[in-house]
Every structure is written in C-alpha cells, then in structure tokens.
C-alpha cells in the first residue's frame, strides 16, 4: 500500500511545481504570512481527510459485513441494508447545516473542526466496538446481530452529523486567510484534501481490513482524528489577526461590511433569497448525487457481477483510492487554475465546462457500463465531479457568502450536496439489483446480472444534465461587496 503513495507524491510535486511557475497575483503577502496560512491550512485540511476516512469506513466494511450471515441466513449487510444505513447518514448530515452553519460562523472555524473530529471519532471507536464483538463473538454479539441495521443505522447518522463540521469548518477558517482572486488555488487545495480523504478511506481502509481486522477500519481514524484534534487545538487560527499577522480585505461578498453579526435566521433569509447561492446549491444537490453514485457503487458493481465481466482484477478496482485520488487532485487543480487565471476568479464557467463532461461520460457509460472501459471512465468522471464540488463548495460559498456569513452559505451548499446523495441513496436502494447469498455463503441472485445494473448509468444522465444547464446560469456570476474593495 505505501508503494502507492509515491504517484501521489510525484503528481503533487509536479503540481507544486507547475502552481510556482505561474504568473503570481500580486497581493501584497510576505513570506512570512505565506509560511503561516500554509501551517493554519494543512493541519486542518488533513483533519478533514481523515474525516473521509471515518466517514467511507462503512463502504470499506459492506463487503466483509455482507460475508457474514444474520440470524435470517441473509447479508449482515446488503445492497439495500448499505443504502439504507448512508441514506440516514446522509441526510442527517445535510439538516445538520441549519445548526452547524450558524455555530460555526459565531463560534469559528477552530471550535468546529475540534467538535467534528472529537464527535466523529467517538462514534468510530463505538462502531468499533460494536464489530469487535461480531468478530470475537463476544456476549453482545447476539444483540448486534439482531439489531445490526438499526444500530448502525443510529450510529452512523450520529457520525455523520459531527462529519458535517467538518467543510464548515474548513471554510469558516481559511475565508479570512485568501483574497477572492487568489480562492482558485484554495479551491485546488480543497479538491486535493478531498481526494487524499477518499485515498485514506478506500485503499488504506482496504489494507486494513485485509492485514488487521474488520474493526480496525474504524478504529485507525478514532486514533488518526484523535491525533489531529490535539495538532489543530495547538495551531489552527482563526484568522490571520489571531496568528499575528494583519487582516486584509478579501473583496468578497462581506466585504465593506461592518456592522455586527446578523441573527442567524436572517442571514438564512439572505442565503435563500440570493439566486446565485441557490443556484449553486442546486448544481452541488446534482455533484453529491453523482459523486457518490460512482465512489459508492463502482466496486460494488465490479465485485458482484465479476463471474460474468471479470473486472474485479482490474487496474482501476485493485487501485481505487489511488486513482480516485489521482483524478481528484488533477480534477481540483485544473478548476481551480482555469478559474483565476483564465476566466478572472468566475466558477461558474468551470463548473459548466466539467459537468459537460459528465453529462458526456454519463452517455458513453450507458452504452459501455458492462465492458472494461467502465473503470477508466468512472475515473474520468470523477475527475469533473469532484473538480466541481471543490470549486463550489470549497471555493464559490467563500465568494458568495462572504467571511462574515460563509458558515451558513458553505453549509447550505454542502447541505444539498449530501441531500443529493441522500436522494441517490434512497433511490438506489429500489432500483438496484438485490444480492442474495447460498447455503455456502456465495453470492447468487439478480445482482449478479450486469444487465441488471443498467439503471445506475442511466439514472446518471438527467441528473448531469440539469446539473449543466444550472451551470449555464451562473457563467458570468461574481461576488459583489458591500463597497469597492482596496486590495
């Protein structure tokens, strides 16, 4: 597994290299501040990346869980059982935003990201806990057993909430640290801590499993998010005034904006009466729904139908996180470059011109899902989804909300991005094929057909295509602060 960090390694090296090369926007930052948004951001972004970790463990875990027999002689854990279990997650985490979002903007980014990471590993450790006695067979097992999809259920739904400190947090903090013109490369930024988080879930969480135990896979991020909890409540800051360098005017939407902090439901009001923001929200509803459509589904495909379209030797499925990984970083990276230094900090012709190109892989797929072109294409695809949701969700919900009011607005887009994969969610769990096992434990039954699975690529289509057409509608949109701003 570490072998495979070094193209990590190399490609982010190369990605460096080519952002120092670039034409620099002069914003009047010394090395020094440099050196300490760069300390304030990359603790607190790998923060967010192990949250990934102990947030997709459940995914890692479905194959090894739906090995295992309940007392029905059925999956612990099916098709249906795992979308049933993220459903939940995934829409507890998209309410959460209607109270982490204004929690976050009264209390700071710092306070959110230690109540994120300490909640999230807490509910790890009890998921833990409660694999270890299925797999030790320990005297709570039979009740485990028994109550397993609601238990996991709760708990997940629980973790998820804390999850969902997680991008608040993150851009609550670096807001006050990135002018507008330079929050493409943040963007960039965002869509690598992203993509690293799904390489620490995926492929770490799959070596874990295969040289560990099944438990290990949640409890490794209890300890990673423990770790960092205590790094981040040494060195993260809030803004660059609590680091001892001065704050400047960032031209986004709070810029020119004095006054004291608005009630949180008027700025609620202002949020949802702001076409742009909504707007935004309604293409991230489109990303959460196809991102996790790929990152959920792909292997679960690949494993179940391997007998007919052997695919589970693939390159693409035994390196999943790796090239989720790759496609991630390279996805963020090209949005957020293109986005200040060729169309003048907009977002919206990026993410226009990525979701053409899921709207045209979500075509190529239908036609293709059941050959060996469908692992190079879900790659491609993830590149353009996740390049889109770093830039919008990391990036446009800075510039829209500005620093004063960002938690509510990032928490608003990032929660329609997971009502999205909620809505995916729930969908999935009734037209995908169900998985059935025999009395030797063998997977049989529907899922087992590929042609079963047409309606996962199909289902992807419209959903691309609304996604492109909001797109469209905020090609020109830019920030407007409350006066003309002097940086």
């Known amino acids: 597994m570490f072998n495979e960090l070094a193209p990590i390694a190399i490609l982010l090296a190369v990605v460096t290299f080519v952002i120092a090369r670039l034409p620099k926007i002069e914003l009047g930052h010394t090395q020094d501040f440099r050196r300490r948004r760069v300390m304030n951001w990359l603790p607190l972004g790998l923060t967010y990346a192990f949250l990934y970790m ?24 099916s098709n249906a059982d795992f979308s049933t279990i993220f459903m939940w997650g995934t829409i507890t985490y998209g309410a959460s935003f209607l109270l982490n979002g204004p929690l976050t903007d009264r209390y700071g980014g710092k306070l959110a990201i ?35 999809l609601l238990l996991f259920s709760v708990l997940y739904a629980v973790n998820m909430y804390f999850q969902s400190f997680g991008a608040v947090a993150i851009v609550k903090v670096n807001a006050p640290w990135f002018h507008v013109r330079e929050r493409g490369v943040f963007g960039a930024i965002f869509g690598i801590l992203i993509s690293l988080g799904v390489y620490f879930a995926f492929d770490w969480g799959y070596f874990i499993m295969k040289n560990f135990s099944l438990e290990m896979v949640f409890l490794v991020p209890t300890i990673l998010l423990a770790i960092f909890w205590v790094i981040d409540v040494m060195v993260v800051k809030n803004s660059p005034g609590e680091a001892g360098h001065a704050d400047f005017d960032t031209a986004d939407a709070s810029s020119g904006d004095e006054g004291p902090q608005l009630p949180a439901l008027d700025v609620f009001k202002l949020m949802f009466k702001n076409p742009v923001i909504m707007t935004i929200a309604c293409i991230e509803f489109c990303s959460g729904f196809l991102r996790q459509a790929i990152m959920q589904w792909f292997r679960t495909f690949a494993k179940q139908t391997d007998a007919i379209l052997e695919l589970k030797d693939s390159f693409v499925y035994e390196n999943w996180g790796l090239l989720l990984c790759c496609a991630g970083i390279m996805g963020g990276v090209v949005a957020g470059l293109i986005s200040d230094h060729v169309f003048q900090s907009r977002r919206g012709p990026v993410a226009g011109i990525l979701y053409g190109g899921m709207l045209l892989g979500a075509t190529i797929m239908t036609f293709t899902y059941n050959t060996a072109f469908v692992g190079p294409l879900v790659i491609l695809m993830s590149m353009c989804v996740i390049g889109v949701h770093g830039m919008l969700s990391g990036t446009a919900s800075m510039d829209f909300g500005g620093k004063k009011n960002v938690g509510i607005a990032v928490g608003i887009i990032d929660g329609f991005v997971y009502s999205g994969t909620a809505f995916m969610a729930g969908l999935y769990m009734v037209i995908l094929p169900k998985d059935q096992l025999d009395t030797a434990g063998n997977l049989i039954g529907p899922a087992t057909e590929p042609g079963n699975w047409i309606s996962w690529p199909i289902s992807m289509i419209p959903v691309s295509l609304i996604g492109l057409v909001l797109a469209l509608k905020v090609w020109n949109a830019k920030p407007k602060p409350k006066t003309a701003s002097t940086s």
């Not at 875990?61 to 854990?77: C, D, I, R, V, W």
């Not at 797999?135 to 109550?147: E, G, L, Q, R, Y």
């Open 114 to 148: 230690m109540i994120g990471a300490g909640g999230s590993a807490l509910c790890n450790l009890l998921m833990g806990l409660a694999t270890w006695s299925l797999t030790a067979k320990a005297d709570s097992a039979p009740w485990v057993m028994d109550n397993f």
């Open 54 to 77: 102990g947030r997709y463990n459940i995914k890692v875990s479905q194959h090894a869980f739906g090995e295992m027999k309940n007392t029905l002689g059925e999956p612990m854990m």
